[in-house]
């Protein structure tokens, strides 16, 4: 059992721990003054704990005890299947993927002004990055246990901006 005197096995990653992260981006010119500018991100996913908010395995008087090691999966749409090593931060779902690219184009209408044409294209991959955390998808007792129910920033739908700018 956890306890004060087995502190060693307390550590557990931080919730927003990632083992891995990547940013690849770039610039080029193509013919005609066009521009291409992708911006690529990959996170590998973070730690989060699974626990069962109806019982105190430690009788430390907190319902925040990690169940048994073992492969979990959740009920109903977007369920999602994890290993879980039985410790705090034990299970990591919800890695991150996306790919973004820029098209511009600028013009030099007279000396020193500048007219800037461009067209982003947001989410390419059209990927959802789901967030997954022990408060919202951890809980053996909620409705949302080991399912996808929230959205991090940059897993919206593909989207597309256009723009322009004249700088003076």
Request: net charge negative.
């Amino acid at each position: 059992m956890l306890d004060d005197l087995r502190m060693a096995e307390n550590w557990q990653p931080a919730e927003h721990d990632r083992k891995h992260v990547l940013t690849l981006s770039g610039r080029t010119e193509l013919p005609g003054g066009i521009t291409l500018s992708p911006i690529f991100r990959y996170m590998s996913a973070n730690p989060f704990t699974m626990y069962n908010s109806q019982l105190d395995l430690d009788r430390n008087g907190t319902n925040w005890d990690p169940i048994p090691a073992g492969t979990y999966t959740g009920e109903g749409a977007d369920a999602f299947t994890v290993e879980h090593n039985g410790r705090q931060g034990g299970a990591r779902a919800g890695d991150y993927i996306n790919l973004d690219v820029r098209f511009g184009w600028r013009a030099r209408p007279s000396e020193g002004d500048t007219l800037d044409i461009y067209f982003d294209l947001i989410n390419v991959l059209n990927r959802p990055n789901f967030f997954v955390a022990s408060w919202a998808n951890g809980d053996q007792n909620s409705g949302n246990f080991s399912r996808y129910t929230l959205l991090r920033s940059g897993g919206i739908p593909r989207q597309a901006n256009f723009g322009i700018r004249y700088g003076f």
